[in-house]
């Protein structure tokens, strides 16, 4: 239960990035579905494309930090034992080269 209600605070509190990659996801504007702040598992994704089996997460500085790299390991890791591919990008590279991270979303979809 806690868990879904992190995921809403979070949808509801979403960085800017997360907010502006969502203004390029919503709709199945890549013809694809995407949801948001998604539990899977123990985890809560930033998008995820349940039916393509994408994951995208959007990182802020933190994930720089050495502990948080190792969670993030094990977090992708056991995404992908899950069946999930999962994508990262840093908030700066989408907030300024979101064409260059809409390209690499679509050449999964190829």
Same mark, same amino acid.
């Given at each position: #239960? #806690? ?5 809403? @605070? ?16 919503? $709709?199945?504007?890549? $013809?694809?579905?995407?949801? @948001?702040?998604?539990?899977? $598992?123990?985890?809560? /994704?930033?998008? %995820?494309? @349940?039916? =393509?089996?994408? /994951?995208?997460? %959007? ?12 969670? =993030?390991? /094990? ?10 591919? /999962? #994508? ?10 979101? =064409?260059? %991270? ?9």
């Amino acid at each position: #239960m #806690m868990l879904r209600e992190y995921a809403r @605070r979070n949808r509801r509190e979403a960085t800017p990035a997360e907010q502006f990659l969502w203004e390029h996801l919503r $709709g199945n504007a890549l $013809g694809a579905d995407f949801l @948001r702040q998604h539990i899977i $598992g123990d985890y809560i /994704v930033d998008f %995820v494309s @349940r039916h =393509d089996g994408l /994951v995208i997460e %959007v990182d802020g500085g933190y994930h720089s930090e050495p502990q948080q790299q190792e969670d =993030d390991t /094990v977090r992708e890791y056991n995404l992908q034992r899950m069946g999930y591919h /999962v #994508m990262r990008f840093s908030n700066e590279e989408v907030l300024f080269d979101i =064409d260059n %991270v809409i390209r690499k979303i679509k050449e999964y979809f190829e």
